[in-house]
Structure formats: C-alpha cells, structure tokens
C-alpha cells in the first residue's frame, strides 16, 4: 500500500510570494499523482495530474507540479500567489491493484494561508 | 454534466436516530467513493465500489455504517444508530477507471453531519 507524506501541515505565506507544497510518495512502482484543492465549505477540486509524459505538470490557477520519481516526489509550486488561494490542498497518489482496481490515497493535506 | 450530487447538504439529528445519505455520482462513471472527512482525522476512506460492487469496506469504522449502490446512478451511507462522534463531513467521489489508467476522482460538494 502507498503512503502520501505533506510535511507541512501549514503554511503561512504573503501575497505575491512564491509557495512550494511539499508531496512524497512511498513507492515508485507506476502511480499516477494527483494535487486537489479544497475552498472552506467546499468539495475537492482537481487543481492538476500527472499520468505520463512531461514532468512539469500545469494546471488551474497558475499551479505546477513536478514529477521526480527517484525521490518520489510531486511538490506543488506557484511563483506568486493570492489571497484567493487560501485553502486546503490535498496530494493523491493513485495505483493500479490488480482485482481491487485502482487505489487512491490522500495525503492529510496541507492548510495554505495567503497573508495580504 | 451537474457533476456529483449529494443530499442533504446538512443534516442535523439526534443521538440514536438513523442517517441516510444519498449520492448519484456522474453519468458514466463506473467507480463511486464514500469519505469522511473531521479535523481530528482528516479525510478517510469509507467505502468504494467499482461497477456497484463494493471493492474495499475496510474503512467502514463499524457495522452501524452500511453502503449500497443498487444500480449506476445512485448510492446510500446509512448510519444507525448515529453517534455525536459520526458528526463529520461526508463526501461522495465517482471516477471512470479504464484498465489501470489512474483517473482522477470528482468529488460532490459533501454531507454536513451534525449529531447531538
């Protein structure tokens, strides 16, 4: 089974700053990685995925993430945030298991909070 | 496409009463995801079913939570009897997995559990 490591549980940062969410994976054996952000009073949102292919991924609202996967990473990045971007964010692993299908695991998220 | 609908948005009930929470994931997907989501915990699996199966219960906390997916469009999370520690947020998730593709999930806008 995979285990999804954020370190940081908060992270206070100004606004217009660069921000980096840390992401770690247990295993490289073939995943998919994913990053969901969270609005107070909302659902999950799908901010960006990686399947294949590049490892600079770019999603919604100027987000990126890189693949590494000799040290099974998939850190989230923004080079100048907003107060808009106060929420929570989720990293999510998902691996195919055979009969049980596909398996998603979550990180325990971690709290981004934009100071004006 | 609505995405995915979940009623009631709140619930407010009773210690003992009985809680059922509905969800009809988006037309097509084949794979539908219960969660549950408390500061002290954060978001934890409940239940998934692949093709209305139930593949994994593991994280059904105890036999007073029970799922059911009779057909492709709808799914239950009953709780009875409801406890003041079943007071959560509950999130449903449905995705469409093709052969050990890692897709994402697409969460509904979740549950709001109050139990006194």
């Known amino acids: 089974a995979q285990s999804v490591t954020q370190l940081d549980s908060q992270v206070p940062v100004f606004e217009e700053a660069p921000v980096e969410l840390r992401c770690n994976y247990s295993s490289s054996v073939s995943v998919y990685l994913f990053w969901y952000v969270q609005y107070p009073n909302q659902g999950l949102q799908l901010l960006l995925k990686?399947?294949?292919?590049?490892?600079l991924v770019k999603g919604i609202n100027g987000f990126e993430a890189e693949f590494n996967k000799s040290q099974t990473s998939f850190h989230l990045r923004k080079p100048s945030v907003h107060i808009s971007d106060t929420a929570e964010y989720f990293c999510a692993v998902s691996e195919w298991c055979g009969r049980t299908g596909n398996q998603f695991y979550f990180g325990t998220g971690t709290s981004l909070t934009v100071i004006p | 496409d609505a995405g995915v609908i979940q009623s009631p948005r709140h619930e407010v009930t009773e210690m003992g009463q009985e809680v059922t929470l509905r969800c009809k994931p988006i037309s097509g997907h084949n794979s539908l995801f219960w969660y549950r989501q408390t500061m002290m915990r954060g978001l934890e699996l409940l239940i998934y079913f692949n093709n209305n199966v139930p593949i994994d219960d593991s994280g059904m906390p105890e036999d007073r939570f029970s799922a059911k997916m009779p057909n492709a469009s709808f799914s239950t999370l009953k709780i009875q009897p409801s406890e003041p520690r079943d007071s959560a947020v509950y999130f449903c998730?449905?995705?469409?997995?093709?052969?050990?593709?890692?897709?994402?999930?697409?969460f509904g806008p979740g549950t709001r559990l109050t139990v006194l």
């Open positions: 998730a449905s995705s469409l997995l093709t052969g050990g593709v890692g897709n994402e999930q697409f």
């Open positions: 990686y399947l294949s292919g590049s490892t």
